[in-house]
């Protein structure tokens, strides 16, 4: 028999006030496991007596079926003296001192409260906000804690008698769930319409009888609450059905929702929200819906189910042309037989749709009149997500695009844009982490003592900062591009918001080496007011760091640091880098080799300069030939210019960029010449390779010179070569893609094995925006774990420049640890 | 003939070279004189300030060398609400500069300085070894009339940012020459004179004058909202730029508001002078493309109201070429 011991197992993360406590005592009733659980300052202790083997049994147990708001950030065993239990007992709630505050993240509609949504004698029959125990907003209402009603948003709704009651009773789902409401006490939905709509309700084009024949149900309703929610709910949908946009309030801001079938009114949202190209998000009312339009493995199912219902990236299926009318204007009743295929003006290029499912009640209900909806965050182009009424009747008020604006009165306190994630690799990766994440802390291994805390102020697009105390690590929610002055505000506003929240005050500040980033700027102005050190951290490290720092990585690890733009510790423009990471330290062991690029923010977005600027480098070099180009890149008209501006010098800059690099094969394939959207020309390109391995198509062969010959060791002339014969010789786009992302896929396999050889170094690091590149990830994988690599690569935050707070604070834990 | 060591010996090519050229066209009462030194008979409050000039090429569509260093001195007086009398110049001149040029150069900056009502009143020539190049440096002297207060520093919430015309013409015009580029794009070189005297004479409480020079309108507005403690707000939608300079500046990556200009300049008056003033601006040649384009609020820094309506921070130019984008 093997021996019995006894250990304290401490668990921090969002462990109180979810059920955990019963669950834990329920688990090991299960296995017969004799003991004690208790809350103490912020974590659940749980203390056991039994063999290693079971108890390790039972905290497999523990994680895999946890209460579903429950978040388990870390554990931690420590062995006591032995003790003897007579049974397991639940203890009551000791004080203890505040380890690390956890908030839980908003909560999607929970299974219990849909079934209540939908059954008609329930009291919350179609109460749009129903939430309980186990579901509903948190980090968006939340004042302070503790999380109690009256510390958010919730405290400007009086529970009623019933919901007391309930909220009372120990025995209840609802008890001390702080968002209870119902019809009679909660928020209500409300409307207004665009001035060019008359408000009587006589000019809904949606009949009573019609919006009962389709499922209006809120019109058969008995409660008269739920028929008040019925008038607005009817006109969301007449507004959608006939091609309208209406502003809808959602959890962590408004949504601008309109219907995916109608290509009038999708342009029309283009034209609103000023964005030409990105594809919007399409919300579906179920799995089997999502189905009928893409495919999905097992894994994007469970993503997509998941709490926090994340937007996935999907591949789309072919849109079948259903034999029904195009969707025109009419009334619900002819809605039933119009075409129902996704139109082209919603994912354009793309060949992903960024799918997702309801996360409350009032979602489902209006999904259930006219989904599949698209829902995408209400800001106009890289502004923040509008989150109050005054801002959004001002936009209806100056904006015709714009019909209606469906709100309620409970205020959000907390923008959070929906989180985007995908699956890679078998395993869910996130683009962009927000709501239904945040605040969850991070845990990031290391010794520091709960008083060494740190600000880490992140990148400059797609930015997010983290505050650190101890080895927790809080990652605040997406805040866009800090172009806008209305996104720096934001940033600012809610970095003080977190920092009282969580009692956040840093002994370090880290940020990125770029001089031009606002969050550089901001945060040398924040050392010098608060009096800390400030560290300043190479972008393209700080990508490698984020990796180390989700997987708990010691020793040397191979980075290998893909993306657009960071700012290199020689003044040059990095982005195609391979670092070999330890600790806080990095080595650069090889990259891209320079190339001098036409300058500034705008050149950045347009790859046919790009290409110009990497074919003059190869003509100068005497690697390829003027009269090698194809014709229509001869008879280029802005030669002259591109070519003048880097004879003279004239606003260019020394670059290693592996984002250009794509930028310029995609443009000189003849895919795509501008980035309308951050990265889309290199999206466009692996969609052509993507089209070519569907097509069966073999690559174009081609390989970049590794070795010594250029200061970085990777030339990219053989490519440039390759690509220039394959386009004289007309051979398929696709097939360029294709060998184009073999070839880069192959740089980094040699070059790690170049690596590992010198420096014995068996771990690598993919990442970086360029790894948001599915093809070009998977086959880097694949030929990397053939060698024998352990390949890592970020899970948690984005590889892209989401992730580079995490990386920040990391290497700002080691620094502290190294000065301690 | 060309320049050459022995115009610069003080001796027989040197006297030749100040009767031929400079006497030529800079002769006056004072300089004619051949003194060490000018003697000025000055009363009031002083204005004075000097500037170097090393533009290449030195003869650029809309102007050259000669004009700019006149223009350049003449417009930093203008700026302190000073009416500019003096000037001197300085030259050094590298061997094999050609005296056709060096001519053409002088010719054109006396008719500039004629123009601009000041009067050369010493000099100096060096010459250096090197490519046949041409420097110029001017200094100047303006007197300022009693009861003008013109500074960055009078700048206060709710006054009215004017900008006299297009952005980025002569900074577009110099790269397009040193790019051997063929367009239309010429300097937008001159003198400023006629802005404020109309506006002097008018009455109009003029706060605060800059001219658009080097680092462009985001560096000269920085430096104001920080010396006077007021927050600068644009609109981009008023911002003047002409579409050939636009278009420039779109393939090479620069953005008009960080690019140096030679006869352009702002100029703040209190809300209630601003229609009246903008009238009185747009009847002169050089400020006939006048707009206003924002003005000074209670926040900090430059922000720009974007097409979309979003705010956008201004910042001031730093190196070149480098981006942001990842
Ligand atoms: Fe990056
Ligand atoms: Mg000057
Ligand atoms: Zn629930
Ligand atoms: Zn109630």
């Known amino acids: 028999m093997k021996e019995t011991k006894t250990v304290k197992i401490k668990i921090w993360g969002i462990v109180q006030g979810v059920g955990f406590r019963p669950f834990v005592a329920k688990l090991a009733d299960r296995f017969g496991m004799k003991g004690e659980v208790l809350n103490i300052g912020g974590l659940v202790d749980i203390v056991l007596s039994d063999t290693p083997d079971r108890i390790e049994a039972f905290l497999e147990a523990l994680k895999k079926e946890k209460p579903v708001p429950a978040e388990i950030v870390h554990i931690n065993i420590l062995e006591l003296p032995y003790r003897d239990f007579e049974s397991f007992v639940i203890l009551d709630s000791d004080e203890g001192d505040d380890e690390a505050a956890m908030i839980p993240a908003d909560l999607s509609i929970c299974p219990d409260c849909l079934a209540e949504l939908q059954e008609e004698r329930n009291p919350r029959f179609q109460h749009p906000f129903i939430s309980c125990m186990v579901c509903g907003p948190r980090y968006t209402i939340i004042d302070k804690i503790p999380y109690d009603r009256e510390n958010t948003s919730m405290m400007d709704f009086p529970m009623c008698e019933f919901c007391y009651g309930e909220y009372t009773n120990r025995h209840d789902r609802r008890y001390h769930a702080q968002t209870i409401s119902c019809h009679e006490c909660g928020p209500m939905l409300e409307y207004r319409l665009s001035g060019d709509y008359p408000t009587e309700s006589s000019s809904l084009k949606v009949s009573r009888q019609e919006a009962a024949a389709i499922g209006l149900i809120g019109w058969k309703g008995s409660g008269t609450d739920a028929q008040k929610n019925a008038e607005p709910l009817a006109w969301a949908m007449n507004l959608i059905l006939n091609g309208s946009i209406i502003a809808l309030k959602g959890v962590g801001g408004y949504y601008f929702v309109c219907s995916p079938f109608r290509e009038d009114a999708v342009k029309m949202l283009r034209n609103l929200k000023i964005r030409e190209e990105k594809p919007f998000a399409v919300m579906f009312q179920n799995i089997e819906e999502i189905k009928n339009h893409c495919s999905m493995s097992e894994e994007e199912e469970r993503l997509l189910l998941s709490s926090a219902k994340p937007i996935v990236l999907l591949e789309r299926k072919q849109e079948r042309k259903e034999n029904g009318k195009a969707p025109g204007s009419g009334t619900a009743a002819q809605w039933a037989d119009t075409d129902k295929s996704i139109c082209e003006e919603v994912y354009r290029s793309s060949r992903f749709i960024g799918a997702f499912l309801p996360s409350m009640g009032l979602q489902h209900m209006l999904l259930e009149l006219c989904g599949p909806l698209i829902m995408t965050s209400a800001n106009l182009s890289d502004m923040p997500i509008i989150k109050d009424e005054e801002e959004m009747f001002a936009l209806m008020a100056s904006n015709p695009n714009l019909a209606g604006v469906f709100y309620n009165e409970r205020k959000i306190r907390i923008r959070l844009d929906d989180s985007v994630a995908r699956i890679i690799d078998g395993q869910p990766q996130m683009i962009r982490r927000s709501k239904g994440y945040a605040p969850v802390p991070l845990y990031i291994a290391n010794k520091l003592s709960k008083h060494k805390m740190i600000f880490a102020a992140g990148g400059q697009l797609k930015s997010s900062f983290a505050l650190s105390k101890g080895p927790f690590s809080y990652v605040s929610q997406y805040f866009g591009d800090l172009d806008s002055k209305e996104a720096c505000d934001l940033y600012q506003e809610n970095l003080d918001r977190m920092k009282e929240l969580f009692r956040i005050r840093p002994n370090l500040a880290v940020c990125d080496l770029h001089p031009l980033y606002f969050t550089t700027k901001f945060t040398e102005e924040y050392a010098s007011r608060h009096n800390i050190p400030i560290l300043k951290v190479q972008h393209h490290h700080a990508h490698v760091a984020s990796v180390m720092a989700e997987h708990h990585l010691k020793g040397t690890v191979i980075g290998i640091s893909f993306d657009g733009t960071g700012y290199g510790t020689d003044g040059n423009v990095w982005g195609g880098e391979f670092l070999l990471c330890e600790g806080a330290g990095f080595d650069r062991l090889g990259h891209l080799d320079y190339v001098r690029m036409v300058g500034g923010d705008t050149s950045m977005k347009e790859g046919f300069k790009s290409s110009m600027c990497y074919l003059y480098h190869h003509i100068q070099r005497g690697e390829l030939q003027w009269e090698d180009l194809p014709q229509v890149w001869q008879e280029d008209p802005r030669w002259p210019m591109v070519k003048g501006a880097l004879e003279h010098g004239i606003n260019t800059i020394e670059s290693s960029s592996m984002g250009r690099l794509f930028d310029a094969v995609a443009a000189l394939s003849g895919i795509q010449q501008v980035n309308r959207y951050e990265g889309e020309c290199a999206i466009m390109l692996e969609n052509e390779a993507a089209s070519a391995l569907q097509r069966g198509l073999e690559p174009v062969p081609m390989s970049f010179a590794i070795g010594e010959a250029g200061p970085g060791g990777i030339d990219s002339a053989p490519i440039f070569r390759s690509i220039v014969k394959a386009l004289r010789e007309g051979i398929d786009k696709g097939r360029i893609a294709l060998g184009f992302h073999d070839a880069v896929a192959e740089m980094i396999r040699m070059k790690c094995i170049g690596i590992r050889k010198e420096k014995g170094t068996n771990e690598a690091a993919l990442t970086g925006g360029v790894f948001q590149n599915k093809i070009l990830m998977e086959k880097t994988l694949h030929l990397l774990r053939k060698e024998g690599f352990q390949v890592y690569y970020n899970i948690s935050v984005g590889p892209n420049d989401g992730g580079i707070c995490v990386g920040q604070n990391y290497i700002g834990m080691h620094y502290m640890e190294n000065k301690a | ?326």
Not at chain 2, 102 to 130: F, Q
Not at chain 2, 191 to 215: A, E, S, Y
């Open chain 2, 1 to 326: 003939m060309k320049i050459n060591m022995s115009h610069g010996s003080g001796g027989k090519a040197s006297a030749e070279l100040m009767r031929n050229i400079f006497g030529k066209y800079f002769g006056n009462e004072v300089l004619d004189k051949m003194e060490d030194a000018a003697v000025l008979d000055l009363p009031g409050k002083i204005a004075y300030s000097t500037d170097s000039f090393v533009v290449t090429p030195v003869v650029f569509k809309g102007g050259d060398i000669g004009k700019l260093s006149v223009c350049g001195t003449v417009n930093d007086l203008l700026m302190l609400g000073a009416e500019p009398k003096y000037l001197t110049a300085g030259f050094i001149l590298e061997e094999g500069l050609e005296l056709d040029q060096l001519e053409t150069i002088v010719a054109s900056m006396a008719e500039t300085a004629k123009k601009a009502g000041v009067v050369i009143v010493a000099g100096d020539t060096k010459v250096v070894e090197g490519r046949g190049g041409l420097f110029i440096n001017t200094s100047g002297i303006g007197l300022i009339p009693e009861g003008r207060d013109v500074s960055a520093a009078n700048c206060e919430q709710g006054d009215v940012i004017l900008l006299s015309g297009t952005l980025g013409d002569h900074h577009a015009c110099i790269l397009s020459a040193r790019m051997e580029i063929e367009n239309n794009i010429a300097s937008d070189c001159a003198c400023l004179n006629d802005i404020p005297n109309t506006l002097f004479q008018h009455g109009i409480h003029v706060k605060t004058m800059r001219d658009v020079t080097r680092g462009g309108l985001a560096t000269v507005l920085n430096e104001i909202a920080d010396t006077s403690q007021c927050g600068v707000e644009l609109r981009e939608d008023d911002i003047p730029v002409h579409p050939e300079v636009m278009g420039f500046c779109d393939i090479l990556g620069l953005d008009p508001l960080t690019m140096g200009n030679e006869g352009k300049m702002i100029v703040i008056v209190p809300e209630e002078d601003a229609e009246k003033a903008l009238t009185l601006m747009k009847e002169t040649a050089v400020g006939r493309d006048a707009v206003i384009i924002g003005k000074a609020t209670a926040g900090k820094g430059v922000v720009m109201k974007t097409r979309i309506g979003g705010s956008r921070v201004v910042d001031v130019l730093y190196g070149e070429g480098l981006p942001r984008i990842c």
